[in-house]
């Protein structure tokens, strides 16, 4: 199994920065390849949509709503949002996601338990 913990969230002013970050570890066996990575949101009432994703070779893409705002970097195990000029409409839960093999299991998607982001106006 993959262990996946999100780190970060916070309440912050419309305009403010905040910056996630995610670790994916192996439990019961090492990782042996870490895949995508990506943030997603979920904003009480709405379906789980996608804020970004980066590739293992640092091929980005982003959500219309966020270009320009957000940026995505990773190093090895670790994934970061850097999120400015937030606007109330960011408000959510921010869900980590990393697909990852292990020692004894193919690649498969793995998910943080989510951290919330409260932007206020």
């Known amino acids: 199994q993959v262990q996946v913990v999100e780190f970060g969230g916070g309440l912050v002013q419309a305009g403010g920065s905040l910056r996630l970050s995610c670790v994916a570890s192996?439990?019961?066996?090492?990782?042996?390849?870490?895949?995508?990575m990506g943030w997603y949101r979920q904003a009480p009432g709405k379906w789980r949509e996608l804020v970004a994703t980066?590739?293992?070779?640092?091929d980005t893409n982003y959500a219309d709503s966020v270009k320009g705002r957000f940026t995505i970097s990773r190093d090895k195990d670790t994934v970061y949002l850097q999120m400015n000029s937030l606007k109330p409409e960011d408000t959510a839960v921010y869900y980590c996601?990393?697909?990852?093999?292990?020692?004894?299991?193919?690649?498969?998607?793995?998910w943080g338990q989510g951290t919330q982001v409260t932007v206020s106006s």
């Open positions: 192996g439990t019961s066996a090492s990782i042996t390849r870490i895949n995508d």
């Open positions: 996601n990393a697909n990852a093999a292990t020692a004894i299991l193919v690649a498969r998607d793995y």
């Open positions: 980066i590739t293992r070779g640092g």
